[in-house]
């Protein structure tokens, strides 16, 4: 909710009041809400079902994996990079912890036999590793951000059809799964645990210097360089958290179904990257707001529940969703006023 940034705005914004700082959200930010409206009359006129609270409820897990991946991916592009292995990341992470929790033998699938509490640790240090490994790759080595994290997801993929044998992990130990089927105050844990990391993801961005900088590093990294920000630390910083989201994601995916698909995530980046940029994320880096990422998630999520709803067949389901999607593109770029770079 805040304008794109270059280092002047940012020191400008240093010395914003609250009322000053609120002065920057952009009304344009919430050009996906009437979609949104449009989206929930039309699901229950397709069906009743459609506004109860169980299927509201279903529609709020759901988003809740995805929109972790969308935050990472939204603070990786207003950085001005991308990170295309997140998609692998939420598979192989959780893949890993139990490949070393799970039993030696006697199971579907045989471990390592390391204590289970260790499972959630040992699932985030995964993820950790792969967004250092692929700053490492970007920052270090200056191999091209959008070819090593193709690779990275290809790889990372190969990883957990080697270490699974391509079968889904279903003996997950009850610690892991917690978090993805227990419910607080009436919602998922999921869901409130989103809305606290994209509300803490909103205010980094609004309120903090590291947060700001994302923008002016997007919008000119040499300026921004210029102007005393550690370009390459904020950028190993923002692919280290990306990655640790997409394990984190990981982590409720599997505590919500209950295992370790072998195709998990399979085919995400493509709904991640069309809610980034659906929510006004730009893919050139600068430009961009966490509350606009997550009506973006809202509403992919809303069409697929829209389609279930009405019957449609499974065959249909990637024409549709693409369809939509562009006229939820359009839709946003004339309700926004705003080119979508």
């Known amino acids: 909710?805040?304008?794109?940034?270059?280092?002047?705005?940012?020191?400008?914004?240093?010395?914003?009041?609250?009322?000053?700082?609120?002065?920057?959200?952009?009304?344009?930010?919430?050009?996906?809400?009437?979609?949104?409206?449009?989206?929930?009359?039309?699901?229950?006129?397709?069906?009743?079902?459609?506004?109860?609270?169980?299927?509201?409820?279903?529609?709020?897990?759901?988003?809740?994996?995805?929109?972790?991946?969308?935050?990472?991916?939204?603070?990786?592009?207003?950085?001005?990079?991308?990170?295309?292995?997140?998609?692998?990341?939420?598979?192989?992470?959780?893949?890993?912890?139990?490949?070393?929790?799970?039993?030696?033998?006697?199971?579907?699938?045989?471990?390592?036999?390391?204590?289970?509490?260790?499972?959630?640790?040992?699932?985030?240090?995964?993820?950790?590793?792969?967004?250092a490994f692929n700053a490492f790759l970007i920052l270090k080595l200056r191999v091209n951000g959008f070819i090593a994290t193709l690779g990275m997801l290809t790889m990372l993929r190969g990883l957990q059809i080697g270490i699974t044998g391509g079968k889904s992990i279903s003996d997950v130990p009850d610690s892991f799964r917690y978090l993805g089927r227990t419910q607080w105050i009436g919602l998922p844990a999921a869901v409130w645990l989103c809305l606290i990391l994209f509300a803490l993801g909103g205010a980094a961005l609004a309120w903090f210097r590291h947060g700001r900088s994302l923008y002016a590093i997007g919008g000119n990294?040499?300026?921004?360089?210029?102007?005393?920000?550690?370009?390459?630390?904020?950028?190993?910083?923002?692919?280290?958290?990306?990655?640790?989201?997409?394990?984190?994601?990981?982590?409720?995916?599997?505590?919500?179904?209950?295992?370790?698909?072998?195709?998990?995530?399979?085919?995400w980046i493509f709904n991640v990257f069309a809610a980034a940029v659906i929510g006004g994320v730009s893919l050139k880096g600068g430009r961009g707001t966490i509350?606009?990422?997550?009506?973006?998630?809202?509403?992919?999520?809303?069409?697929v529940n829209v389609m279930t709803l009405a019957g449609v067949p499974p065959e249909w389901d990637q024409f549709l969703n693409g369809a939509i999607i562009i006229v939820a593109l359009i839709v946003s770029r004339f309700a926004s006023g705003e080119k979508q770079d």
């Open 1 to 131: 909710m805040t304008e794109t940034m270059r280092p002047p705005v940012a020191d400008r914004t240093e010395s914003l009041s609250p009322r000053g700082r609120l002065r920057l959200i952009r009304w344009s930010d919430f050009s996906l809400v009437p979609v949104i409206v449009v989206l929930m009359v039309i699901g229950f006129i397709v069906s009743p079902a459609f506004l109860t609270a169980n299927n509201l409820t279903g529609v709020l897990q759901s988003a809740s994996e995805l929109s972790l991946l969308v935050l990472g991916e939204a603070l990786v592009l207003i950085a001005g990079r991308m990170d295309l292995s997140l998609e692998s990341t939420i598979g192989v992470a959780p893949a890993i912890a139990m490949w070393l929790v799970l039993p030696t033998h006697g199971g579907r699938f045989n471990g390592l036999g390391l204590p289970t509490w260790t499972a959630i640790p040992f699932d985030l240090l995964v993820g950790l590793a792969i967004g």
């Open 291 to 303: 509350f606009g990422a997550l009506t973006g998630v809202l509403t992919l999520q809303l069409v």
């Open 221 to 267: 990294p040499e300026a921004a360089r210029a102007a005393g920000i550690r370009v390459d630390r904020v950028t190993w910083i923002v692919l280290g958290i990306a990655s640790l989201l997409a394990a984190f994601a990981g982590i409720l995916y599997t505590g919500h179904y209950g295992s370790v698909a072998a195709d998990q995530g399979n085919g």
